[in-house]
């Protein structure tokens, strides 16, 4: 029966070798799509569950709120004291507590020095609560020895080669101090698919030892740099469990000086470990996590191109129907039933489709490396070493058979054997509306992904191009020592001496970063001395930050080096600020009481709002003071003129300024442009797979109109012995299929706005869609359809009507 199957789909094959082309080209090509992405779907969702007890593990994060209720920060870290509480509270709850504190330290072995960015000091219970394969040493070190260091394999070989690291000795410098580590313990390379990377484990003892000893850290509720998890105990109930946390924080941290109950303004949430990669993007993470909504928009790219590869074969099956009545006809004569009939054509459907899977198959592991490296995901199609994948192939094989063939089968099995026999065969009016349909459908797709593709241009250019309220262009930053914090006004004088070099300035944080700090605050407003019921973030600068980066002063005066004062009770406040502290105006603001994180002062000035952070965040209300010490970053206005000699003189400085560190710089304009990496992706991704999609539905389209030609060959010939002219068989042959691109691209404008509406609301500034956006969709889907029809139908309106007629 297969094998009849085979043969039928042969000879079709060498008769009308064009339609079979196009049916297994565009089958291949949706095929290949589906499986690419359902791969990187895949890997997605299997973030973080090959640990043991993934069910049970979840991260601690910590949130603020407003006077409004309405939570103003959500970090993913939290305070040290935090875990340890909730293990000493609720011990029946929680099995076991482990937190991590990232730092990235400059290490020595002999000649070689890095900076480590996936360092980690850890508590003992770390390999209790995750499943990292440790190879050699013993975890409960991490707790006995202060020095205790545990690397991975990979970094092993890195620092040491072939030779065996365990009880080598590594130098860590560590706030300007220089500590020597012992490897106690070689783990294997953390998995690809966790939502953070390890390197390096080290003991937490170092940590308390900064936050002055054990005691102290556990008073410690500021300071929320901490990433911690929670190994519940069997049974328990995260949500059940969550309800109980406000509690313990009015427990351990009281009310605030209004008397209202800690757990009123902070509120801790827990996170299950499997779904912190797609479902938690926080004020601060660990590392960049992935995004839920672009899996479901990914799947559902994937579902629309499989649908057009599909309804390009129900279409030019159906159109090609009368091509096949007589073998029908003559096939029930004999005696075959539908059901029979509907086997055989369900069977040519499957064989196509299995064709089609095979150089699918062929295309991914083409295209897979690009891909893989686009993503940047470890993506593998190994049929051998999962051979699961191979069901999930033929799986799809099948899915795609059962819609290709289903409606074409039944279709073709319900035509009468008398009317075919007798030439009488035309296929109802019904089937050629169904067809409409389905073109219909294959345009609208293609518009919406077009429409997509030009909002998501749009906005990128729309975030890249906005004026930011300051001059973010020809600003370096670098990363500042201890040393260059100490002696920063003789570096600052040493540098300028360059003409290529404009301004310097210090801060603990710059534009295009996140506004992560804060403190409690108080203002004068109406003659008292109030709270601040709002979170104001807190920027430490040198006197002429505002200078360097250019932003304006409203109202009042920037800080003033000659003023004494400045240094010590000054402090300059955005407009945001001043609004949510209820100041009437900047004028009002300038002069006043202000209180903040325990340093009493007054406002000095007031600048213009300014995003500080990227397009995707409102401007939230900041304040500036003076505090060198705190600040560990360096701006350096350059001139654009002279960039190169510049930069190569800034490199020979720092390698002055911070031996063994490399030089990093960080262009403020291109630290702004990395916050919009997943919008790049999703650009790349929504333009190749929208060109894919039109591709199919030119392929689709070209077989219709090849065939429609075809079979009005008679009646063309007698329209041009007639005396039509060209123009009058092209616009008669291609005014239907018009007709249905248009009628697509009026059903793609709403569902498009509506999607599009609902992806722009991650962002606090978006564009607006406009109107020239679907114009353009239109033009392009439809220019491409009328080049397609057209080049067919003039092709068929050229050739020689006597030709035509003889032939027919």
Known sequence: MVSNYFKIVLRNTKKHPLYVLINIFGLAIGMAVSILILLFVQHELSYDRYHDKADRIVRLSRAWNDQNGEVSLHLGHAAPPFGPLIKSDFGDDVENVVRFFNFNPLIKYKQEAFVEERFFFADPEVFDVFSWQLLEGNSKDLGEFSDAIFLTESMAKKYFGNENPIGKFLELELVGQKSPFQVRGLMADTPDNSHFQVDFLASM??????????????????SNNFSTYLLLAKGVDIKEFEAKLPELIDRHMGENQAGVAASKGTRLQLWPITDIHLHSNLDSEIEPNGNIDYVYTYLAVALFILLIACINFMNLSTARSSLRSMEVGLRKVMGADRSGLVKQFMGESFIMALIALFFAVVLVYIFLPVFADFTDKKLSLNLIQHPEYLIGLIGLAILVGLISGSYPALFLSGFSPSRVLKGVFKAGAGHKQFRSVLVTGQFAISVMLIVAVLVVINQLDFMQSKDLGFKKEDLVVLPASQSITQNYLIVKDRLENHPGIQEISISSRVPSGRLLDSQGASAEVNGELSQVNVRIADIHVAHNFVQTYGIPIVAGRNFDFL??????????????????????????????QFNYGGRNGYVTGVMKDFHFESLHQPIVPIVFMISVDRSNLVSIKIDADKKEETMAYLREEWQQLRPDYPFDPLFVDEGFNRQYEAENIVKTIFTFFAGLAVLISILGLLGLTTFETEQRTREIGIRKVMGAETFNIVTLLGKDFMKLVLFGFLIAVPISWYGMSQWLEDFAFKINISWQVFLVAGLVAGLIAAVTVSGQAVKAALANPVKSIKNE
Do not use: C
Not at 205 to 222: C, K, T
Not at 565 to 579: I, K, M, P, Q
């Open 563 to 592: 003023q004494a004062t400045d240094s010590t009770e000054g402090f300059v406040l955005n407009e945001a600020a001043v609004r949510a502290i209820g100041w009437a105006s900047a004028e009002e603001a300038v002069g006043k």
């Open 205 to 222: 003892r170092p940590v308390n030892d900064f936050y002055g000893g054990e005691e102290q850290m556990m008073q410690n509720f500021g």
